[in-house]
Structures are given as structure tokens and as C-alpha cells.
């Protein structure tokens, strides 16, 4: 199982993040307390560990935006959180591949409500690579998670799916019970509202424990 620790927004972050080495972090390109410029984000991203992940966070930014920081290597994978459709993630991909780059890795939000309760509907198909089960972009909300028990979800695990909303070292134990792919945590690897080295730690060496354990 992956972590990711989302809307990193100082050089300290960056120590935290390479010192506790999740699979992925996040900077916040859209509005939030932890938004960052794309040139402070190209910053942190000089100081980040080569193996560590940068996912850039959009909320219907245009498209143009999002292959520039790709370009330049500020971000590996787009995370949507926002009304882009099956269409945009298209033309994303197609625009960030010109010129011999692969195409952009795409992740694609989807809010648990309106996903995965309804019985009778399917889920859109998508171009997108990873999906994220998230109750809202950084609101640190936790949603019922009875919903992961819906069969609809079977329909999500057919990609690599990561969960997020409120996720943090009080209950951290009960989201890996599910299973997915990865845990995206941001509030809940912080105190009074920065990020916290030893939660930081401590998240990312609880999922590392529970890979060690399937091995």
C-alpha cells in the first residue's frame, strides 16, 4: 500500500516529506490555505527525493497551466478535483505528450455520495489512470465510509484508487482495512494547520509496517 502527503507549502515540508519518504506528496495549485505558486512548487520540487512523487492538485485549471508545471518536471501526475469530464482528461493527456513526453498520469476525484449510492447508474468511463475517493479537496471531512462497501465500488477498483477526507493517525488503522491503493493525507498530518514532522513519520511508517505484513 502507497501514501501520499498532500499540500506541502514550505521548504520544511519538503525535510519532513524526505525524511519520512512517502510515495507521493501533493502541492495545491488550486485555491486553499496551501496553495502554492508554480514557482515556489518548482522550488520545493529541486528539494524533493527523485523518488518521491510530485502530484500537482487542480480544480478546473486550464489545461495549458497544468502541462507547463509538467513540462518543467514541477509535477509528475495531475490530480482533478474539479468538473473535468472524460474530454479534458483527453485533451490534458494530448497536450502534455507533444514533443516525445509521455502523457501526463491523471488522477480523477470522485465525491463518495454522488459516486458510489446511487445502484442503478454506472460509472462514467474515464481516461484517467488512478481515482481518488475523496470527500472534498482538503476539507478534512470524513465521509461514511460504508459507502466503500457499496458493490459500485468494485466498478472504481478496476483502477488503482486512493482514499482520502479526514484520514490521520486516529483512524489510519480502519482506512487501510480497505484496502486501496494508496492514503492521501493532508489535515490530519498537521498541527494547527502546518505540516508535523512526527505525524508525518508516524503515517508513513504505519502503512510501511502493514506492507511488511502482506510481504
Not at 77 to 87: K, M, P, R, V
Request: hydrophobic residues 40%.
Amino acid at each position: 500500500m502507497k501514501i501520499k502527503i498532500c499540500g506541502l507549502f514550505r521548504e520544511q515540508d519538503i525535510d519532513y516529506v524526505n525524511e519520512a519518504r512517502p510515495d507521493y506528496i501533493g502541492f495545491v495549485f488550486a485555491e486553499s490555505r496551501r496553495k502554492v505558486s508554480p514557482a515556489f512548487a518548482d522550488k520545493l520540487r529541486r528539494r524533493l527525493l527523485d523518488e518521491i512523487i510530485p502530484v500537482g492538485v487542480f480544480v478546473n485549471a486550464p489545461i495549458a497551466d497544468i502541462v507547463v508545471l509538467y513540462n518543467e518536471n514541477t509535477i509528475s501526475i495531475a490530480q482533478l478535483h474539479g468538473a473535468e469530464n472524460d474530454e479534458y482528461i483527453t485533451q490534458l493527456k494530448e497536450a502534455s505528450a507533444v514533443g516525445g513526453n509521455k502523457p501526463i498520469a491523471v488522477i480523477k476525484t470522485l465525491l463518495p455520495k454522488a459516486t458510489l449510492s446511487p445502484p442503478d447508474s454506472q460509472l462514467p468511463s474515464s481516461s484517467a489512470d488512478y481515482y481518488l475517493i475523496d470527500s472534498g479537496a482538503g476539507s478534512g471531512i470524513t465521509f461514511n465510509w460504508e459507502l466503500l462497501n457499496s458493490p459500485r465500488v468494485e466498478a472504481v477498483k478496476a483502477k488503482p484508487w486512493f482514499l482520502a477526507g479526514g484520514v490521520g493517525l486516529g483512524n489510519i488503522e480502519q482506512v487501510l482495512g480497505y484496502n486501496p491503493y494508496a492514503v492521501d493525507v493532508s489535515s490530519g498530518a498537521e498541527t494547527d494547520g502546518v505540516k508535523d514532522r512526527e505525524k508525518i513519520v508516524q503515517l508513513v511508517s504505519i502503512v510501511r509496517g502493514t506492507q511488511k505484513e502482506k510481504t
